[in-house]
């Protein structure tokens, strides 16, 4: 069985810092792309970042300069370090990767979601 568990979450004022992991764990034989994704209340869920598996990172233009998405390939985890955050960053924060697993081949799995809220 194929786990994503993230951490991290919490509550932060204006303009303060956090990081949220996500490790891997199960019969994985590779792990592709990782990415965080992030949903508010009454909207979509968007892709917020993600990293090749040869450290090619990628962000919405929301969170470039602010946001630093890595990943430790010998700990199967992916971080999100989130600088500067702002009321508007408030959302459930989702980790993904895209994983060939044993039997159940190639596919998108995820996290349970870890909650960022930003207030004073």
């Known amino acids: 069985q194929v786990q994503l568990v993230e951490s991290g979450g919490g509550l932060v004022q204006p303009g303060g810092s956090l990081r949220l992991s996500c490790a891997t764990s199960?019969?994985?034989?590779?792990?592709?792309?990782m990415g965080w994704y992030r949903q508010a209340p009454g909207k979509q869920r968007e892709l917020v970042a993600v990293?090749?598996?040869?450290?090619?990172?990628n962000y919405i233009d929301s969170v470039k300069g602010r946001f630093t998405i890595s990943r430790d390939n010998a700990k199967n985890t992916v971080y999100l370090q989130m600088n500067s955050l702002k009321p508007e960053d408030t959302a459930v924060y989702y980790c993904?990767?895209?994983?060939?697993?044993?039997?159940?081949?190639?596919?998108?799995?995820w996290g349970q979601g870890t909650q960022v809220t930003v207030s004073s």
């Open positions: 993904n990767a895209h994983m060939a697993v044993v039997f159940s081949g190639r596919r998108d799995y």
């Open positions: 199960g019969s994985i034989f590779s792990i592709y792309d």
């Open positions: 990293i090749t598996s040869g450290n090619s990172a």
